[in-house]
Every structure is written in structure tokens, then in C-alpha cells.
């Protein structure tokens, strides 16, 4: 009897440790992890099933796709080819996005000029009716305004610092606040930062299966929001 009481304790300690292992919330984040391990093919057929490459042209859907497969890593990677003359992304989604350059005199309006294809692509008419932009050397800080579209916007007032983040939080707000008043689904989500920042045309679903897929936070396309406390920027509070 004593021995069948003993065995009747030791399996039911066994049973309460496997259930507590089941339960533990870090054992269901590895186990999710490895589930959520997928393969650059399996990437590359996902993105296209929801519409990644509607904008690319047919002439270079296969060689984009296959710089997909070639540079995928789920640590930040994905593909992308640029026109070696314009720098516009084969995709018309992946544009270069130099902090430093969007900053600086004319930077602003000439990232504005490189997306216009894009803007095409996605049914986005946009029209400049006003812009400032002047350093004032005495008081050294910076002002700068777009009218886009009938819409002012303050990108900064008496601005003093290096403004390389808050120029490009700025661009993604203005242009994702355009979109929304013309009912257009893409977004400008953020990618890095200073020299070595990117920017990504996504929708919805895209946007949510690029955030799900990639680990590092700094490496993978991110809202405004979030993209600033990754990032360190200072979020800019203007009327």
C-alpha cells in the first residue's frame, strides 16, 4: 500500500510539472518562435499573394523576386533593386532615405520629387502651393513650412540642432496624413535612421506581416511612432 501511495505522489508531481511547463509564458514565446520561423520562399510568396509587386513593372518582377530570395534574413533583409540613373526602387516601394539629406536645404522637396512615380502608382495627387524654408544665422535656428495640396503643414519652427530624425518623422506624417484625406491605403512606414535610413510603402496587411516576419526592431519598417522611440528622435509636437 505504502508503495502505490508513493507512486500514486511521484506521477502526480510529474503530471503538475509538465502542466506548469505547458503553462509557462516563455515556453509558448520559444514555441511561437520557432513557428514563426519561415523560409525565404515561402517570404517571397507570401508578399507577393498580398500584393507586394503590383507596381512593379513585368520586365523586372523576376529579378527583383529573386533578390528577394537571395537577400532575405529574418533579422532585418529583404530585397530590393534601384534604377542606377533615378534611384527609383523596382518595386516602387523601397526608397533610400538619407536623415542627414531630407535635413538639409532642398532635401525635403527633392524626396517629395524622387517618390512621384510612386505617388502615381498608388493614385496619390499631390500639388505644392506654398513652401518656405530659411535658416535664420542670427538667431540660429531653422523654419520651414510645405503647403501640399491646400494643407499647411510646419515641418520646423525656430528650430535649432540636427534635425536629420525629426526631418524624416516629418516627411512619413505629412505624406501618411495626405494619404488618409485621399483614401489611400498605403502608408510611409520608417526603416533605421541618419545615412543609412529607408523608408517602405506598405498597406495594412503588408505592413503586418513585414512587422510579424522581422526581428530586429531597428532593421524592420516601423510607424512614426514607434520608429521615434526605436530611433531616439525627438517627437516633434507642432500645430
Known amino acids: 500500500m505504502k508503495v502505490s501511495i508513493i507512486s500514486i505522489l511521484i506521477i502526480g508531481i510529474a503530471v503538475l510539472i509538465a502542466t506548469k511547463k505547458q503553462d509557462?509564458?516563455?515556453?509558448?514565446?520559444?514555441?511561437?518562435k520557432k513557428n514563426q520561423k519561415i523560409t525565404a520562399k515561402e517570404f517571397v510568396h507570401t508578399i507577393d499573394s498580398l500584393g507586394y509587386f503590383k507596381y512593379t513593372d513585368v520586365k523586372n518582377l523576376k529579378s527583383l523576386k529573386q533578390n528577394h530570395l537571395e537577400s532575405f534574413s529574418a533579422g532585418g533583409s529583404w530585397g530590393g533593386i534601384w534604377d542606377d540613373e533615378t534611384n527609383t526602387p523596382l518595386d516602387y516601394r523601397y526608397y533610400i532615405c538619407d536623415g542627414e539629406y531630407v535635413y538639409e536645404q532642398g532635401g525635403f522637396t527633392g524626396m517629395l520629387d524622387e517618390m512621384k512615380s510612386t505617388f502615381e502608382k498608388i493614385g496619390y495627387k499631390i500639388r505644392i502651393d506654398d513652401h518656405f524654408e530659411e535658416w535664420?544665422?542670427?538667431?540660429e535656428w531653422l523654419n520651414h513650412s510645405?503647403?501640399?495640396?491646400?494643407?499647411?503643414?510646419?515641418?520646423f519652427?525656430?528650430?535649432?540642432?540636427?534635425?536629420?530624425?525629426?526631418?524624416?518623422?516629418?516627411?512619413?506624417?505629412?505624406?501618411?496624413s495626405e494619404f488618409e484625406k485621399q483614401n489611400i491605403k498605403e502608408r510611409i512606414y520608417l526603416i533605421h535612421g541618419g545615412n543609412d535610413g529607408s523608408l517602405l510603402f506598405l498597406d495594412e496587411d503588408l505592413y503586418n506581416y513585414f512587422y510579424k516576419v522581422f526581428t530586429a526592431p531597428q532593421w524592420k519598417p516601423l510607424e512614426v511612432k514607434e520608429w521615434i522611440q526605436v530611433m531616439g528622435v525627438t517627437s516633434m509636437k507642432l500645430d
Open 24 to 32: 509557462n509564458p516563455s515556453n509558448e514565446f520559444i514555441n511561437s
Open 136 to 139: 535664420d544665422h542670427q538667431k
Open 146 to 155: 510645405i503647403t501640399i495640396n491646400g494643407n499647411k503643414y510646419v515641418i
Open 157 to 176: 519652427k525656430n528650430f535649432k540642432g540636427y534635425g536629420w530624425g525629426e526631418a524624416v518623422q516629418r516627411l512619413a506624417e505629412i505624406l501618411n
